[in-house]
């Protein structure tokens, strides 16, 4: 048999290219990370809490490092370690500002459906009555953001939130 | 050979709803944006901030899901052709009604601006009982063709027929997917994330069916045009078949994660990374070659510039697809430049292959490659735009030059390429569809003249 697209070339063609093409097909079918329960989320600790309970250390935080507010929502300058975010419709609170070169890990919880973060390409999913602890380490003056990546309701593109990275005084 | 009874009857119920559903989400479009023009909105019959997201909802469903769905149909249908028993024939033209009817009642909600719309992936919803119903019953509608050309194996030996049974049981797999995720999500969730969740599993087999329709419609419109396949037909039933080997385990993923984790989430996702790259590698691989091969003697007709022109755009998407960030505008670039390759592979099908099968074959030699060139390099241009701007930090599904972040040259620039290549897709699409609707119109006279 002479393969169509193969024209002239030998019959033997044919059969080493749907061998080769069926061995690349089983290899990256076995080499699903479904199957070895790999996930890039793993990297990311969750723990337990009630909303109430995460309430009371986000309030603690904000009355704590206040350094002012923008549209009504507070500025907060924690120093490096615990820093706490809630998430919910549609947005993350409170507005952060962030010391240069400096190691915080971000406790990030949903306050009402179920959210996903992404901080510097790692990504947590956030659901209710959970928090989800995430390492960040600062670089030089600037900002980066924190965004939504589960689908959240109409507003859900506009979840998206810029943490100011001041250079150290 | 132009199809004859019951099943020309078929085609060209499915040839309505998709014309039909590609008009209405053209009709509901410039609403949209008569919607959100201050001198224009005041003449809606309702207010503009709660008509917008309604009809956005149904121009989608029209547009990416009926669309595709009347596709299936149609295809389901074309292989029984000069079967001389067709088992569980009754359930074509049942089937084509259950979508007639679940098309129209899809749009409803939206002209009487009501329900709770939910942008949610893959299948929007607009949260009404019409649109709920209309759903099921397009759903099922295409369902019962496709089980019955399954249930006639002699239409499904060859490459054609075996491509379209691939992409009907990818189909029915999908539709498993939706009713699994119905059982498995918790009571009292947020109808928002039950949405997403509920569609997330099958809307990913979706793409797999519109991926191996496309495959199929290479195959169809290369015969048409050269009177061959681009790839051998063994090797093309390899990579159909192993569409379905890849999806087969989705059920699974239900057991093995939640389906409110990031892990069932991330399985899906991956699926589409592992299993929906080498199909259009090989088939387009093999098109290219056939292309090249042909290249002194092709005569530039509909299928020849539908191939051509899919091809192109399709590899353009899929390219993109391999450097996408985090919800920015590089992400619907890439599905728009990948869907404009399967929308031109589907036109150039109804143009060549089902208008000429229906005994209503297209004459006009200068629309059609209008059409072509138009709709292609525009949906090419218009996601080129959509991705430098995305690079540049352009936010996806936002509008309006302060929540798009348009503070630079560079983004501002891409946005503009992005309209101009927009409204060049626009006019391909609006002559597609009046050309097929005129078709059909003129068969209808001609029927009862």
Known sequence: MVSPVLGETKPGCERRLLVGVGAILVVLFLAQPAWRGLSRAKAVQTYAIAAAAFDAKLEAQNARYRVGDEDGVPVVRPPPGDVYVAAGRWRFLPVLELQAWQAYRFHVASEDILHGVVIGGVEALLVPGQAAIMPVKTGEAGKFSMVCSEYCGLEH???????TVIAAP | MPLTGGLRREVAGWSWIAAGSLAVAGALALLLVLSRVPATQVLLPWSWQSFFYTALVTHVILSFVVWFLAVLGTLAVLPLAGMEHIRLGAFGPVGMWAGVVGTVLLAIPAFLNEGEPCLNNYVPIVIHPLYYLGLVLVGGGVALPVVRLLANPGAIRGSVGFGVGVAGGLYLL??????????CLPAGLDLQTFNERLFWGGGHGLQFVNTALMLTAWVILAKSAFGEEPVPPSLFKLVMASMVVFVLPGPLFYFMYDVLSLEHRLAFTDLLWYGLTLPPVVVGGGLVALLWRRRGSIRWGAAELALGISLAVFIVG????????????RTPSHYHSAIGGVNLAFMGLFIAVVLPALGRGVTSPRLVPVLFHSYGWGQMVFSIGMFVAGAAGVPRKTMGAAAQ????????????????GGALAVLGGVLFIWLILTKLLARAEADHG
């Open chain 1, 157 to 163: 593109n506009k979840m998206r939130h810029w943490v």
């Open chain 2, 174 to 183: 999908s539709l498993l997917l939706i009713a699994i995720a119905w059982f």
């Open chain 2, 318 to 329: 899929g390219a993109m697809g391999f450097f996408l960030g985090a919800s920015d505008a």
């Open chain 2, 405 to 420: 972040g348009l503070d630079s040259t560079l983004k501002k620039v891409a946005m503009g390429v992005y309209g101009l």
